[in-house]
């Protein structure tokens, strides 16, 4: 079976006034949609690995064949880091963080505050496109990373906790070039939940 479009858990207009509808339908149903069928067609090449996680195929590269491999980690990747980055927003959401999580970023930040300025800062330092993570490290600790392109968190042996993505795409239509505002605004925007119930499950 080849692999599908997950389905938003919102309505495209749910993040307005911080992301408008527009961007989210495109951003859906175009560029998420492109890479999904690009990532279907490389893998017809190799139809077993139809049969294993997105996952386990983004973290076992080495183990598909050469001609298919650049490919489906681009398109791999930008599928399953796209279905991470809706996952991190709701348009009914805490402002702040929630739990085990909340006592771990102040633990490791120092403050809610630390912890979203070095965030931005990760975003923001990001040239051209990708995207700033929060993840778990192999320790069990919190770090803040960024990735470019379609590369992921797994890739580097992190489980994601939340992420944003800074590729123009994903803020352009109402942003322009501010990217700085479109991530101060995205906060209000974030699934603390979610976030929190990833950040249990990485521990």
Known sequence: ?????????????????????????????????????NLNAALEK????????????????????AEIRTA????????YNHNLYWDSMAPSHASQPVGSLAKAIEA?????????????KAGLGRFGSGYAWLSVDPSKKLVIHSTANQDCPLQENLTPILVVDVWEHAYYLKYQNRRAEYLSSWWLLVDWQVAEERYLAAL
């Not at 207009?13 to 495109?26: N, Y």
């Not at 386990?56 to 064949?65: A, F, G, M, R, T």
């Not at 120092?110 to 070095?118: R, Y």
């Open 1 to 37: 079976m080849s692999f599908e479009l997950p389905p938003m858990k919102y309505d495209f207009g749910a993040l307005e006034p911080i992301i408008d509808a527009r961007t989210v339908e495109i951003h859906h149903d175009k560029h998420q949609a492109t890479y999904l069928k």
């Open 46 to 65: 190799a139809p077993q690995f139809f049969d294993w996680p997105l996952e386990k195929i983004l973290v076992s590269l080495d183990q598909l064949p």
């Open 72 to 79: 489906v980690k681009n398109n791999g990747g930008g599928v």
């Open 108 to 120: 490791t930040f120092g403050s809610f505050d630390q912890f979203k300025a070095e965030f931005e």
